[in-house]
């Protein structure tokens, strides 16, 4: 079993950069790939982007050249990088982990315009 806590949401003005860390702890030896998710109020959940065990990402469009996933093997932690934000990054973020099967609790981005 994974646990997965996410930290570094808050309020940020558009245009604006935030970084988001996700912390894993427990059966951590056996985490392949991990992934970062966003829900908006209203609707549902989507993916933002991947970061496999080999270090290959893939992104949504809509994030794509703004947002950037990395890894520190070190500190079992994965971050998300956000960089010209706009009104529509406004959601909880989430933190997944595929194998095993995880998720954080998420934190709240909120972009005012």
């Known amino acids: 079993q994974v646990r997965l806590v996410e930290s570094g949401g808050g309020l940020v003005q558009a245009g604006g950069s935030l970084r988001l860390s996700c912390a894993a702890s427990g059966s951590i030896f056996s985490i392949n790939a991990w992934g970062w998710y966003r829900q908006a109020p209203g609707k549902q959940r989507e993916l933002v982007g991947e970061?496999?065990?080999?270090?290959?990402?893939n992104y949504a469009d809509s994030v794509k050249g703004r947002f950037t996933i990395s890894r520190d093997s070190g500190k079992n932690t994965v971050y998300l990088q956000m960089s010209s934000l706009n009104s529509d990054d406004t959601a909880v973020y989430y933190c997944h982990t595929y194998a095993p099967d995880s998720w954080g609790k998420g934190t709240l981005v909120t972009v005012s315009s």
């Open positions: 970061i496999s065990s080999t270090g290959r990402t």
